[in-house]
């Protein structure tokens, strides 16, 4: 496979689940993000991970708890959410974190409904 | 603090007509840099350019072209002859170089449809 893949593409979900979204690129990235795409919202960066360290959270609610167990993979940890988390999750990733900002490449998207 | 504006929620173009679509920014810092990104219908965001606040020349790819214009903090995406692969949504962003990674900020999007 190559680019950055999302699994799964879509999750229903109870409030009382917990649940987790995968991340995998394949672009030999160093920089990995999590954004939430809500209606009518613009895109919101939640979390930044660099070499594996996280450098960023954006103030997210502790529900959402994100991994990073290594540069290629990413996961987003869910546990008692909300109905108006119910969004579409983007991962992306891009070649580093520091320096001039590269454009990240996005995966296709977790489209996530709490009940 | 930095801000994207995107004041077009949703553009309807027939078949080979021009479209601009506009992206205003707001930022502090001298040093930043702006991107286009195409969201089709599948979901995941196309990278489509990149520039930085230092370099003010119109680009061109294709049918794309882009007017960077740092006196009035606007960076607008035309699209000649459009085509009804073009519907999308369309975001611009921002991000300011000292803090690449924290604060990559996306405007609202403007969907476009291209009626066949």
């Known amino acids: 496979e190559t680019g950055v893949t999302q699994t799964p593409r879509h999750l229903v979900m109870g409030m009382t689940n917990k649940k987790s979204l995968k991340c995998e690129q394949h672009?030999?990235?160093?920089?990995m993000y999590w954004y939430k795409q809500s209606a009518k919202k613009p895109l919101e960066l939640m979390f930044v991970y660099s070499l594996e360290e996280r450098v960023e959270n954006n103030s997210v609610p502790s529900r959402f708890s994100p991994e990073c167990p290594n540069s290629s993979h990413l996961f987003l940890h869910l546990h008692t959410l909300q109905p108006e988390d119910s969004a579409l999750y983007l991962c992306?990733?891009?070649?580093?974190?520091?320096?001039?900002?590269?454009?990240?490449?996005f995966g296709p998207g977790t489209r996530l409904t709490v009940l | 603090a930095q801000k994207v504006t995107q004041a077009q929620t949703e553009i309807s173009v027939v078949e080979k007509e021009d479209v601009t679509l506009d992206c205003v920014y707001e930022?502090?810092?001298?040093?930043?840099?702006l991107f286009w990104y195409k969201q089709p219908p599948s979901g995941e965001l196309v990278f489509l350019i990149r520039?930085?606040?230092?370099?003010?020349q119109n680009e061109i790819s294709g049918r794309y072209s882009w007017n960077f214009q740092k006196s009035t903090s606007s960076f607008n995406f035309t699209i000649t002859a459009s085509q009804v692969v073009d519907s999308a949504v369309y975001f611009c962003a921002l991000s300011e170089a000292r803090n690449y990674g924290q604060n990559f900020v996306f405007g609202p999007g403007t969907r476009l449809s291209v009626l066949p």
């Open positions: 672009l030999g990235h160093n920089a």
């Open positions: 520039r930085n606040s230092f370099d003010e």
């Open positions: 992306a990733s891009s070649p580093s974190r520091t320096g001039s900002p590269n454009e990240q490449f």
């Open positions: 930022t502090r810092d001298t040093t930043y840099y």
